[in-house]
């Protein structure tokens, strides 16, 4: 939680937090400021201190929606920055971030860098500003201690946000299941009224449409992957593709909050009007390892175990796993689950990453997803819902959806 902030900053030495970017679609700044319409931002948190937003005066109002201090940039003209500049664009805005964290009272110690911006003018800056600040170390993370510790456990808002887009997911789910459903179909491929076969790229079609409709974006886009595709777990099908009956489809969904904001995660798989033998038995041992995996959850568990446990399961079914061969693209090849919120990928983290922090805490908000994958024999299955850890010990799942595999056709 953001009270954690700078406990946690004190832990690893940072004097200050740097954030630059938009607050759309950037999840530090988005979860530091609530989000909302600026474009292009500099949010400055020194330890034991409150944010100060720094933005352009045609952004002022929305900046101020966050509760923080604003700042605007207009307050540091960039013109006659870049006639002591030379007229050198780059150099110009190192000095004005010089005067910025200088009014601050930063001008030493460890400041952590976040947010998401063009890597080359970014780095061309703070070349400059290394120069012009050189008591200031800037730092950077490649497995962030402070803002992703701090975001893995939610705040009832943020649940409720999760919750929310959980009831937007699975409605466009049940929307794609209904829509496959009520086609007709000529020698097993689904046709569309106009009279041409349905394809991946047209479900794909709908299933953004719904999600605008409901006030959601799919900025990652959606894997809707039938037959082989279905086998590489993170394919995300060719829409070429036609849909046919008998093929396992695996449906991973993945959407967020318009603007950027909480997303949620579901899969199912399907098979169209049949299954083969072989498929319905490879899909009831991913459920029944899905349904043990869920019924071992206890609090404060470290996530890995139950990796461990997943991979425990499906070798004692003769399946080969990435625990017992790292190299396998067959049988159980990913993680059982991770954190979700403002990343699609968070904190905690179940596999080869993951670390001591990363155990099922309350508050904490995961997916569990275990799989089979067997490109080589056109199949691939997937079940995930996503859960809460509750204070009381219990484990919430976020939307309840059937877990049916075969889906009739209607028509």
Known sequence: ??????????????????????????????????????????????????????????ERDEAAKSGLSVRLYSDYPLKPLLEQAGQDYTRALAMRYRQMLSDLGLNRGRVALYGQVEIGPIFGILKELSNLLPEIEWVGFARDPILMPAMMTKEPQEIERIRHMAQITTEVVGRTADFLAHHRVENEVLIRPDGKPLTVGDVKSRINLWLSELGAENPEGTIFAIGRDAGVPHSSGNPADLIRLGKTIVFDIFPCEAGGGYYYDFTRTWSLGYASDEALELYRQVQNTYDTIVSELTLNTPFSHYQQRTCQLFEQLGHPTIQSDPQTQEGYVHSVGHGLGLRIHEMPFSGAVAGDQDELVPGVVFTIEPGLYYPSRDMGFRIEDTYVACENGTFERLADYPYDFVLPMRT
């Open 1 to 58: 939680m953001k009270t954690q902030i700078d406990t946690l900053m004190q832990e690893h030495r940072i004097d200050a937090l740097l954030v630059t970017g938009s607050a759309i679609h950037n999840p530090a700044m988005v979860y530091l400021t609530g989000g909302g319409h600026i474009t292009s931002a500099d949010l400055v948190k020194p330890r034991h201190q409150q944010a100060i937003l720094f933005c352009g005066p045609m």
